[in-house]
């Protein structure tokens, strides 16, 4: 049987386009950092796609390599492709005596 692990760390939101700069394509993002509170926090960023202002898209902060870049906001994905904690199969295979 062939399994992969797969990483749960990913934390996914909805976040609003607040601005958008087109000369080197970042944006200006909305989101609710703390559900319980709903504190609202902002950030700039870059994207995976175009973004239209004042769209709300619902993804996940990638952050860079180097902290004096912008992190790119991962935009389309779904909850049912959000990574788990649990190992999944992917190839079966069975032995039979015959």
Same mark, same amino acid.
């Given at each position: 049987m062939l399994a992969k692990q797969t990483n749960s760390a990913v934390n996914y939101k909805q976040y609003k386009v607040i601005?958008?700069?087109?000369?080197? &394509? @970042?944006?200006? =993002? !909305? /989101?609710?950092?703390?559900? &319980? @509170?709903?504190? =609202? !926090? /902002?950030?700039?960023?870059? &994207?995976?796609?175009? =973004?239209?202002?004042?769209?709300?898209v619902f993804g996940y902060l990638h952050p860079a390599k180097d902290k004096r870049e912008l992190p790119t906001l991962m935009v389309g994905h779904s909850n049912a492709i959000v990574p788990t904690a649990k190992r999944i199969t992917l190839v079966s295979r069975s032995v039979s005596n015959s």
């Open positions: 601005s958008l700069d087109t000369n080197d &394509a @970042t944006y200006f =993002l !909305e /989101y609710v950092q703390d559900a &319980a @509170t709903r504190k =609202l !926090e /902002y950030c700039w960023c870059r &994207a995976d796609r175009v =973004l239209n202002l004042r769209t709300q």
